[in-house]
């Protein structure tokens, strides 16, 4: 629902809409940072398997996703002409942070309909890197409540659907921006969000397998969202609007996470 509300502001927006979408996915970040150090870290900890293992844990979910996002980009990057060596060694626009610019590429080129399928598959993993750790998140915490739909999971859910709007929009614009229509472009973020929920049935199996288990997916989840605030949302959305506002914006999401978590 986050993901498809943002589609869908997105969609009402201008398509130049850089610093609006920047602020609004810096403060996501700033969200997101709150839930994984006050909450997810936490309780990995306090299942008692040790402070190494939590560590490796994240260790491990950082380097997977971004294992997996460098060659995502290594595999696309070569075919945009607009990417060159002098290119920033992160997205700079939204078009860039979902891979959609590697798909209207394709489609200006007429290229047949196989290589537009693999171009939005593409594009379809890129964002499902940014929305499985997500729903890995909830469904780690909900293994930790027991099974029991308690505070710490519904707290989570809440601040992932806040985090998603900003998203939603990330995806839609630039969909829109390279022709689509409105509505299929809404539908496609909307279902773009069906990884979210992979990502939480994935966090509760393997948190539900017990301690070591839980540990394993908290860490891992909070590894992962590591790597996509800071490897991918800071700073982009400081590229995409030079200012230290982003920076305010981010301490503005943190703080706010902080009250709903404890509050």
């Known amino acids: 629902m986050g993901t498809g509300l943002g589609g869908l502001i997105g969609a009402l927006l201008q398509k130049d809409s850089n610093r609006t979408v920047s602020l609004l996915l810096s403060f996501a970040g700033g969200v997101m940072l709150s839930v994984v150090c006050f ?24 380097a997977i996703i971004y294992l997996l996002n460098n060659w995502i980009d290594r595999r696309t990057n070569p075919q945009v002409p607009h990417t060159s060596k002098d290119h920033p060694q992160t997205a700079d626009d939204l078009d860039e942070l979902i891979h959609s610019d590697h798909y209207q590429q394709h489609l200006a080129n007429n290229d047949n309909k196989i290589e537009l399928f693999i171009a939005g598959v593409v594009m379809a993993g890129a964002i499902a890197l940014h929305n ?132």
């Open 132 to 263: 499985v750790p997500e729903g890995m998140t909830i469904g780690a915490s909900y293994a930790s409540d027991g099974g029991v739909l308690g505070s710490a999971a519904l707290v989570l859910a809440i601040l992932i659907g806040l985090h998603n709007i900003p998203e939603g929009m990330a995806i839609s614009v630039p969909l829109i921006s390279g022709g689509m229509a409105k509505w299929k472009a809404v539908l496609i973020t909307a279902l773009s969000g069906v990884s979210t929920i992979l990502g939480a049935l994935l966090g509760y199996m393997i948190g539900d397998i017990g301690m070591v288990g839980l540990a394993l997916s908290l860490g891992f989840a909070s590894g992962a969202m590591l790597y996509v605030v800071f490897g991918e949302i800071l700073p982009q959305a400081i590229l995409m609007y030079h200012s230290k506002l982003p920076a305010f914006s981010t301490i503005i999401g943190m703080l706010l996470g902080l009250f709903i978590i404890f509050a």
């Open 39 to 62: 909450d997810l870290v936490t309780e990995a900890i306090e299942t008692n398997v040790g402070v190494l293992f939590v560590i490796f844990s994240i260790a491990a979910g950082v």
